[in-house]
Every structure is written in C-alpha cells, then in structure tokens.
C-alpha cells in the first residue's frame, strides 16, 4: 500500500500504486518513497528482483519494462507534475545514493528509469546535452556509468503502453481502458484510479456550470460517458443527474450489446450493494 505522506500528488500516488502492483504480480520487490539521505531525500519507486530471476518472457511483467536488471530506480511524473532537466540529475543522484547505502558496486546491475506523462518542445531540444538519445517512440536511453531510461507515456505506442499508464495518458486511451475493465475484478486497482479520477473531475464541472437534468444529454456528450459512468456509483450523483432511467437511456445511446451489458451491471452492483448496506443497518 502507498503510503501517504504530506503535500505528496494524489495522482502520482495512484500511479505508484498501480505499477506496484503490476511489478508484485510479476514477483518482483518493490519499495515507494525510500529515503536515500537525512534530508527529504526520497525514491518514488524502487523495483528489484533476485540476481537469478529472470523477467523477459513474464506474462506479468509489461514488454516496456523488459530492460530492467537488478535493481531500479524509478522517478514518475504526471500530467500535473511536469519533468525538469533537474528531475533528471536527480534521479541520477539518488541512484548513485541508493547504490552507496546499499553497498551495490556494480554499475551493470542497475537501472534508472524516468516514466512521465510527456516531454515539452524545449525539454526534448535539451536531452542530448545530458546524453539521451532515442531509443524508440516515446523512449529515449542514456548510457552513462549506468543505463537510464526516459519514458514518455503520451508518446508511447498502444503496443508498448501498458494499461497502468494508458490511464494517466489521455481521454481517449483511458475510456478504451475503462469500458475494457468493468466488472473485472483482477482489475480493481485500475478502476479505483479511474473512478477518482473520473468522479473528482465530474464534481467539479458539476458544480462550475449548476448542471440541470434537462441540459444532461449535452453534458454527457462533452464529457464522455466512461466519466459519467465512473460518477454514478453513488446514489446521489444518480439523482443529481436527473434519476436512473433518463441517465440510463442517454448512457445507453448507440452503445454496442457489450458496453450496454456492462453498464446495466454497474448500476445493477449499485443496488445491490445499498440494499445489502440496508439490510445490514436493519439487523
């Protein structure tokens, strides 16, 4: 579990928490926030496996991160933290520090790795004066005493992509994540993130514009309706977009027979779930 730690980004926490979960599955040793100095010196992510295992071929372990050695050191950027060239140095510092409390000596066992939401115009004209070249599309690697590795999660293709970062990418990645993982429940970590993401972003423009049920269909439409979905797990977002069967009607609308089926079963888990909080209140 992610801990929490003050003034720390709620997003970059969720995505901590879904690629530890993804390296675990993996079977892989994983450890967020390692201090690496007296200061608030801090590693977001730390992902190690044993000298013997081997993690090419892994149906766990997503093909963007086959490169990984022994140990590595991980620094994530969201869409609301963007990348310096000073995170840059510092991921290089803090992999020389956990080296040294470590005792790690060898530079070929090691890897630090970068994973942002995207580069900016003179970020990119930058990197080759800190030695990265491209390594592919949305990665680009410096080979200095130890490899590192810089990942643009908006520039990665959908093959490299996995579904951990497809969510903090873009609107249209995340709604093909969304409809893909509802009412699985290997994926509940994904969703949860999804659905903060989604029902904190409705609230807001909910109570910026005062949206009437009659205006709704226009909402939905500007919106998207994976967002809408996300917010409806609770009974009174239903009613405050106009009641069950007029939200069900406009979310229905030129859905194809799978989607709609998932979403009868999100709104039928939502009963489901009040009448069991119910009965358990009455007894």
């Known amino acids: 579990m992610v801990r929490k730690r003050r003034g720390f980004k709620q ?32 590693i977001d992510l730390i992902v190690n496996r044993r000298a ?38 510092k991921l290089q510092a803090y992999t020389w520090l956990y080296m040294q409390r470590h ?5 070929a066992e090691v890897t630090a790795t970068a994973v942002v939401h995207h580069l900016t115009p003179a970020m990119i004209a930058a990197l080759p004066a800190l030695g990265y070249k491209p390594a592919g599309r949305g990665i680009l690697r410096c080979d200095s005493a130890f490899v590192s590795y810089l990942i643009s999660i908006e520039d990665l293709p959908d093959e490299l992509a996995p579904e951990e970062l497809q969510v903090f990418s ?6 093909r994540v969304f409809l893909a993982s509802l009412g699985k429940r290997e994926k509940k970590s994904l ?11 409705v609230n807001k423009l909910m109570a910026l514009y005062n949206i009437k049920p009659k205006s709704m269909r226009k909402f939905i439409n500007a919106l998207g309706k994976e967002k809408v ?5 609770k009974e009174e977002m239903i009613a405050a977009l106009g009641g069950k069967e007029r939200l069900l009607k406009l979310l229905l609308a030129d859905m194809n027979p799978e989607q709609r089926q998932k979403i009868l079963a999100q709104f039928n ?10 009965k358990a209140r009455a007894n």
């Open 52 to 89: 013997a295992q081997k993690t090419r071929g892994s149906s766990s372990l997503p093909q963007l991160f086959e490169y990984f050695k022994r140990y590595n050191v991980m620094e994530l950027k969201t869409e609301q933290d963007p990348l310096a060239l000073g995170d840059l140095l």
């Open 269 to 278: 888990g939502n009963g489901a779930a009040k009448r069991r909080s119910t």
């Open 229 to 233: 979905i996300a917010a409806i797990r």
């Open 103 to 107: 005792k790690i000596y060898s530079v």
């Open 191 to 201: 969703m949860d993130t999804m659905f903060d993401l989604y029902e904190s972003e």
């Open 170 to 175: 873009n609107s249209k990645r995340r709604q």
């Open 11 to 42: 997003y970059e926490a969720r995505l901590i928490q879904l690629l530890r979960w993804r390296f675990e599955k993996a079977k892989l040793k994983v450890d967020d926030h390692l201090k690496v100095g007296k200061l608030p010196l801090e």
